[in-house]
């Protein structure tokens, strides 16, 4: 199958620009492209892939499981379960090994919800 090549008509809008705006272009295309995709990672997660985020910041596999049911009691799943602690851990003034500890307890549990509940709040 022969297809006849469309490449110079196609390319005519981009003849009179420069390498340097050809490069932004290209970058402006490539995040229209990927925004939605982002998008839905952002407001998308699930106790598997929680998990998966747990076991590559060094929780054990048992230990990950845990905290991510901990976490989605909590109803903050979907602010990411390494992020909950994460940011348990800088209120805390503690790492993340002992902020797992604390999320763990009915106190922080409540401190992890009053971080989040706070910043939903500060966002509207």
């Given at each position: 199958m022969h297809r006849d090549s469309d490449?110079?008509?196609r390319r005519k809008h981009l003849e009179g620009l420069s390498e340097g705006?050809?490069?932004?272009?290209?970058w402006e295309l490539a995040n229209q492209i990927v925004k939605p995709l982002v998008e839905m990672a952002h407001g998308h997660t699930s106790p598997?892939?929680?998990?998966?985020?747990?076991?590559?910041?060094?929780?054990?596999?048992m230990s990950a499981g845990v905290?991510?049911?901990r976490v989605?009691?909590?109803g903050l799943l979907g602010h990411g379960a390494g992020n909950v602690l994460l940011k348990l851990s800088h209120a805390m003034g503690t790492d993340i090994?002992?902020?797992s500890e604390?999320?763990?307890?009915?106190?922080g549990g409540a401190k992890a919800r009053e971080l989040?509940?706070?910043s939903e709040e500060s966002a509207e």
């Amino acid at each position: 199958m022969h297809r006849d090549s469309d490449y110079q008509v196609r390319r005519k809008h981009l003849e009179g620009l420069s390498e340097g705006e050809l490069d932004k272009k290209f970058w402006e295309l490539a995040n229209q492209i990927v925004k939605p995709l982002v998008e839905m990672a952002h407001g998308h997660t699930s106790p598997s892939i929680e998990r998966s985020v747990l076991l590559r910041l060094g929780f054990d596999s048992m230990s990950a499981g845990v905290l991510v049911k901990r976490v989605e009691e909590l109803g903050l799943l979907g602010h990411g379960a390494g992020n909950v602690l994460l940011k348990l851990s800088h209120a805390m003034g503690t790492d993340i090994q002992v902020a797992s500890e604390i999320i763990l307890t009915e106190a922080g549990g409540a401190k992890a919800r009053e971080l989040f509940l706070a910043s939903e709040e500060s966002a509207e």
